[in-house]
C-alpha cells in the first residue's frame, strides 16, 4: 500500500486495504495498552486512523497516520528493513533500503554500549512477544544510520530547546526539508 510523508518529516500516512483496518481496529486495545506500558517501543507509532469517503465513486479509503521513525535532524545515510532471516533478503539493484543480507556482506555491527544494547534487547523481546500474542508474523526492524564525523563530538541539543529552534533543526531528515534548510537565507 503506498505511504507518503508529511511536509516537515514528522508523520508517515499509508493506506489501508479494509482488512488491515479490520485487523488493526481489532487489536488497538492490546496496541495501546502495550505502548502506554512500552513508551519507547520500536512498534510504529499511529496517532490516528481514519477513512475518506467518496460517494460519487461508492468507494471509501482507509488510511493510518504515523510517526515516522526517521524524524531527526541527523541525516540519514543507510536503511536497512532487517527481519533476521536471511531467505530472500537481498535488496534489488537501486533499491534504497538494504536488506539482512547486504548488512551482512558490508560486517557492519552497531556499537551502542551495553546499557543502550540492554534497554534495546529488552525492549525487542516485549515488542516480539505482543507481536507473537497478536499473531503478527510478517514484521521487521527499519534501521537508519547517520555517519558521523570527527567534528559531531557534542550531542545535538534537544528537539524542543529554545537553541535548536533558534539554529533552525527541522528535526526531519527528509530531502526536502534539507534543500529547504540549505536555502533559508
Known sequence: MPSLGSHDGRYMIKT???EEKTFLRQILPNYYR??????????THFYGMYRVEMP??????YFVIMKSVFNTEKEIHKIWD???STKGRRSKRGDSVHKDLEILDEGRKLQVGSNVKGAIMDQLKKD??????MEIMDYSLLLGVHLCTGEEKSPPSSPGSVESRRNGFTRSNTPYRRE???TVV
Do not use: R, V, W
Open 16 to 18: 489501508q486495504t479494509k
Open 34 to 43: 502495550h505502548m502506554k506500558e512500552n513508551p519507547h517501543s520500536f512498534l
Open 56 to 61: 460519487d465513486l461508492g468507494q471509501s479509503i
Open 82 to 84: 532487517l527481519k533476521g
Open 128 to 133: 516480539s512477544a505482543f507481536l507473537a500474542k
Open 180 to 182: 529547504m534548510k540549505n
